[in-house]
T-cell receptor, first 113, second 113 residues
Framework: AQKVTQAQTEISVVEKEDVTLDCVYE???????LFWYKQPPSGELVFLIR??????QNEISGRYSWNFQKSTSSFNFTITASQVVDSAVYFC??????????FGKGTRLSVIA | DAGVIQSPRHEVTEMGQEVTLRCKLI?????LFWYRQTMMRGLELLIY????????DSGMPEDRFSAKMPNASFSTLKIQPSEPRDSAVYFC???????????FGSGTRLTVV
């Protein structure tokens, strides 16, 4: 069975601080895909990144970066120089490809001005 | 491409009434997923279809819930009769089997009073 754990329920930071959101996953599959989604207060689910299990390169997109480590089954997300607009709930998710996404419980990030 | 379109955005209904939620997939996508989001249970899969065929409906809470895909681009989720505990945000998502990406609709916020 697949499982995603986001141990941090809520995080609060002051604007311009860096923050890392943790994600640990469990799967017996050798091929799988990891995702991060953002859910702002407006409620929609916004896709941020997809990673396949064969690509352990870290990725950077502007202020966002992701650290994928198969050895620890983790796919952590870091926001550098956080802004108020980053306040949202962030979900980590896992799938085999064509199968449904399995979501973590989410981490609520509050960035205070 | 207009993305995944859900309707209505908001629905308030009285207990015992029938509720129908609608979802239009992205053209060319093969899989359709219905999720329910609540504070207590997070994002949970209700049912998913592949090429219009229901693959896994184990997440459907009970017989009051039913889902159909009458064609390749459209799906409905029906609750009959509705109960207050069905109040939640319902998301549908579609994916392309060849690209392993998932696109979510904006969700339907259902309130049963």
């Amino acid at each position: 069975a697949q499982k995603v754990t986001q141990a941090q329920t809520e995080i609060s930071v002051v604007e311009k601080e860096d923050v890392t959101l943790d994600c640990v996953y469990e799967t017996r599959d050798t091929t799988y895909y990891l995702f991060w989604y953002k859910q702002p207060p407006s409620g929609e689910l916004v896709f941020l990144i997809r990673r396949n299990s064969f690509d352990e390169q870290n990725e950077i997109s502007g202020r966002y970066s992701w650290n994928f480590q198969k050895s620890t089954s983790s796919f952590n997300f870091t926001i550098t120089a956080s802004q108020v607009v980053d306040s949202a709930v962030y979900f980590c998710a896992l799938s085999r490809g064509n199968t449904p996404l399995v979501f973590g419980k989410g981490t609520r990030l509050s960035v205070i001005a | 491409d207009a993305g995944v379109i859900q309707s209505p955005r908001h629905e308030v209904t009285e207990m015992g009434q029938e509720v129908t939620l609608r979802c239009k997939l992205i053209s060319g996508h093969n899989s359709l997923f219905w999720y329910r989001q609540t504070m207590m249970r997070g994002l949970e899969l209700l049912i998913y279809f592949n090429n219009n065929v229901p693959i896994d409906d184990s997440g459907m809470p009970e017989d009051r819930f039913s889902a159909k895909m009458p064609n390749a681009s459209f799906s409905t989720l029906k609750i009959q009769p509705s109960e207050p505990r069905d109040s939640a945000v319902y998301f549908c998502a579609s994916s392309d089997n060849n690209k392993y990406g998932y696109t979510f609709g904006s969700g339907t916020r259902l309130t049963v009073v």
